[in-house]
């Protein structure tokens, strides 16, 4: 990432030297003697107010204001200041960009300034590993025997590795899903795994295991055998009840190509009950990506053509009340058309109420703010296709400081 310089390194940096204190002044005018008088704010501000503006600023920006002064510098760095940070209920969520086919590198996109960072991510070796992300955690698993499983804070760059899940050592098919509680910053993450039963192909094993960050120990929750259907690598926990796409493994219909099974966290389900909490999809799909936005669960979808469900026709947003899906928004075809060639399968994530849609084959990234319903593309990110096979994706997270895995 020659010529880009990374902001948090050049924090941390600064961090291990010495820096020089200085007064910030401001001139003021009297009208009678026309003295001008060199006003300290150190000497206006008491630490408790500046800390309160600080903690409002954008991350990007809070990292630069511990290099302003030593004063600064030690506010921030304060259990205070993370304390008063944490009740910023939230920020806007950065998306990292992959920027490699094989290694883990690329930028991260800050939508409040508009700017791109280079960030170096801890814990995995390949840009393959399935990705989830709540409250300022990430939750990486590996792509190979997917039982690798890894929590960072991209910001703070604080990891923890977890001992495998229980179940099936190779699985067919994982997805994972990471929920943090703010009040408590403990994690729940949850591994369903799916296995074809051997000779048959239209019956699938799934097991949920569920990791509390407060014991650090594995449940299996459940074990189940569906039949005509398997699981696959999206999942997402929304207000407790864990959601995850079913894949269709033939004999159904267009319309049941997709499907979505929601299982609560809580009040576990009991065997054979698994199907019954089967929720239809809107519409016949390429694909599907679901992601948490204020513990409200949404899809972003391919929309597939009638006669060729495998062919995109655009892109839709859904938002689940109940068991029924409201579409809240659909992407304008000149924005569709933006990104060129696109395929029926894309990258997309969100939370709070953005929601990033990226192709594989490019670095244009697209953002929809749920809240003004508005559409519009990021600055231009700081790389280019080098060559045509050249494969980019990405994930979204919220930078927090106070997070800890």
Known sequence: MAGETSWINHYLDDMTREIAEYDSFSELEDEGNKEISAVSLDMILPDDLLERILVYLPIASIFRAGSVCKRWHEIISSRRFLWNFSEVLSQKPWYFMFTSSDEPIGYSYDPI?????????????????????????????????????????????????????????????????????????????AVVKSKQVPGNFFQWDISIHIYDSGTMMWLTSLTEVLTGWRGGDESVICDGVLYFLIYATGGGTIENRHGLIAYDLCNHSCHGLLIKSFIPVPCPLTCGRLMNLKEKLVMVGGIGKQDRPDIIKGIGVWILNGKKWEEIARMPHKFFQGFGEFDDVFASSGTDDLIYIQSYGAPALLIFDTNHKQWKWSQKCPVTKKFPLQLFTGFCFEPRLEVVP
């Open 113 to 189: 300034l508009r700017k791109w960072y280079g960030i170096e991510l801890p814990c995995i070796d390949t840009s393959n590993s399935f990705i989830a992300s709540s409250c300022g955690l990430v939750c990486f698993m590996d792509n190979d025997s997917r039982s690798e499983l890894c929590v960072c804070n991209p910001i703070t760059k604080q990891s923890k590795k977890l001992e495998e899940p229980p179940g099936f050592k190779f699985s067919d098919y994982s997805a994972h899903a990471i929920s943090v509680n703010r009040a408590s910053q403990g994690y729940t993450i």
